[in-house]
């Protein structure tokens, strides 16, 4: 029977998954709906495994192959609590394991390669693999965490908006072009905040940027934090030997220059995103077991 892998990259919009053979070439793919295991188990499960029935029948499997192959998950909030270990208890394949999405992105961006990846879009969260060991940290969600992020981007935007109305700050052009959304009511504003998602607060990260690289000092002023907030982690997770520093998501590239230069001289493009990084770990599982798959 052939030996089969899927590797699936479960993230808040939808579920990617990508079946290998023993070799890791990827022969299909497939998509699903989001897995937000921490605010809904029950269906991140249903498209984790609707993922992996799609890639299989892209690859011209029977869906019930989905019994005889070996999976790695990645997901966010897999470190919490007991959700992972939920996840893979009700996992239909032979061998599953769920794992964090920044061990992915890691594995994705670095191979098997020592180095650091910090990845930037709704939330953030860092990664190290040093000397075959890893290490990640952030990742905590907006609230509390999530430093750089595009949540933390879009929240800082909205508190030094109701700052800069109450005139305890100055007012610039962009927090006078966020206040004219709202009609010019800072209530509007606080009872959006108190509803908002993440991906609501984050909507506005483009043009925090945008308005930073036009010299806008309020623009400016968020983005040097969030870019500090980056050089402090990425020195808790260095080592002088570091070789490499990916950033990833979609918030990576408008950081590069805003970043400390003794981490800029060490950046790199990552060797390939999440999903294959999910694909790579799942070949190495299959490959642990005597036989592989079959």
Same mark, same amino acid.
């Given at each position: 029977m052939t030996e089969l892998a899927i590797g699936i990259d479960g993230g808040g919009t939808s579920c990617r998954a990508a079946v290998a053979d023993r070799m890791g070439n990827v022969?299909?793919?497939?998509?699903?709906? =989001?897995?937000?295991?921490?605010?809904?188990?029950?269906?991140?499960? $249903?498209?984790i495994v609707e993922s992996a029935r799609e890639a299989l029948h892209d690859a011209g499997f029977d869906s019930e192959t989905v019994s005889t192959i070996s999976a790695v998950v990645g997901v966010a909030g897999a470190n919490v609590g007991n959700y992972g270990k939920r996840i893979e208890k009700a996992l239909p394949f032979r061998n599953?394991?769920?794992?964090?999405?920044?061990?992915?992105?890691?594995?994705?961006?670095?191979? +098997? !390669?020592?180095?650091?990846?910090?990845?930037?879009?709704?939330?953030?969260?860092?990664?190290?693999?040093?000397?075959?060991?890893?290490?990640?940290?952030?990742?905590?969600?907006?609230?509390?965490?999530?430093q750089a992020s595009g949540a933390r981007l879009g929240r800082d935007?909205?508190?030094?908006?109701?700052?800069?109305?109450?005139?305890?700050?100055?007012?610039?052009?962009?927090?006078?072009?966020?206040?004219?959304?709202?009609?010019? +009511?800072?209530?509007?504003?606080?009872?959006?905040?108190?509803?908002? %998602?993440?991906? +609501?607060?984050?909507?506005?990260? =483009?043009? $925090?940027?945008?308005? !930073?690289? !036009?010299?806008d000092a309020t623009a400016v002023e968020i983005v040097r934090d969030a870019a500090r907030a980056i050089d402090e982690s990425l020195d808790a997770l260095s080592w002088p030997e570091c070789p490499s520093i990916c950033l990833l998501g979609g918030l990576a590239k408008a950081y590069?220059?805003?970043?400390?230069?003794?981490? %800029?001289?060490?950046? !790199?493009?990552?060797?390939?995103?999440?999903?294959?990084?999910?694909?790579?770990?799942?070949?190495?599982?299959?490959n642990e077991r005597p036989g592989g798959a079959a």
């Open positions: 022969i299909g793919h497939g998509k699903a709906g =989001p897995a937000n295991i921490l605010s809904d188990l029950e269906n991140s499960l $249903v498209n599953g394991r769920v794992v964090t999405d920044a061990l992915i992105s890691l594995q994705g961006a670095l191979g +098997d !390669a020592d180095g650091i990846v910090g990845a930037f879009g709704t939330g953030s969260v860092y990664n190290a693999r040093r000397n075959g060991g890893l290490h990640g940290i952030g990742g905590w969600g907006s609230i509390v965490g999530d935007l909205l508190e030094k908006t109701l700052l800069a109305y109450d005139k305890v700050r100055p007012a610039s052009d962009l927090t006078e072009k966020v206040i004219a959304e709202y009609g010019s +009511d800072p209530e509007r504003v606080v009872e959006f905040a108190h509803t908002a %998602r993440p991906t +609501d607060f984050a909507r506005y990260a =483009p043009a $925090v940027f945008e308005a !930073a690289e !036009a010299g590069h220059p805003w970043i400390a230069d003794r981490h %800029r001289e060490r950046l !790199a493009e990552p060797k390939a995103d999440a999903l294959q990084g999910a694909v790579d770990l799942a070949v190495k599982l299959m």
